[in-house]
Nanobody, 125 residues
Framework: QLQLVESGGGLVQPGGSLRLSCAAS????????IGWFRQAPGKEREGVSC????????NYADSVKGRFTISRDSAKNMVYLQMNSLKPEDTGVYYCTAVSYCSPDVNDYGPLDYWGQGTQVTVPS
């Protein structure tokens, strides 16, 4: 059973950076396409970025293109989300999970039910 743990969130000023980590235990992440999602207060969870099994395909929501970078380290069994130029609208709880598709359209990710506890990102206005 795939179990994922997110970490790396925190409070950061606008324009700052954070790197989120998604760690897996018991199973190699190499078998999975991985997506990052976020949920802002009072809003539905939304897709942010995804990466294919090989890492060769990466896609981003329009709202984060050019600011966020997703990557994976197979040796460490980790997936990362580097977030730069953070904005108040990036505030939310960030989750990683396996996805059915790493599509250019975040609505097509098809997240699978391997949600972790999430990590809070706060960018004050």
């Amino acid at each position: 059973q795939l179990q994922l743990v997110e970490s790396g969130g925190g409070l950061v000023q606008p324009g700052g950076s954070l790197r989120l980590s998604c760690a897996a235990s018991g199973v190699s992440l190499n078998y999975y396409r991985i997506g990052w999602f976020r949920q802002a207060p009072g809003k539905e969870r939304e897709g942010v970025s995804c990466i294919s099994n090989s890492g060769g395909s990466r896609n981003y929501a329009d709202s984060v293109k050019g600011r966020f970078t997703i990557s994976r380290d197979s040796a460490k069994n980790m997936v990362y989300l580097q977030m730069n130029s953070l904005k108040p609208e990036d505030t939310g709880v960030y989750y990683c999970t396996a996805v059915s598709y790493c599509s250019p359209d975040v609505n097509d990710y098809g997240p699978l039910d391997y949600w972790g506890q999430g990590t809070q990102v706060t960018v004050p206005s």
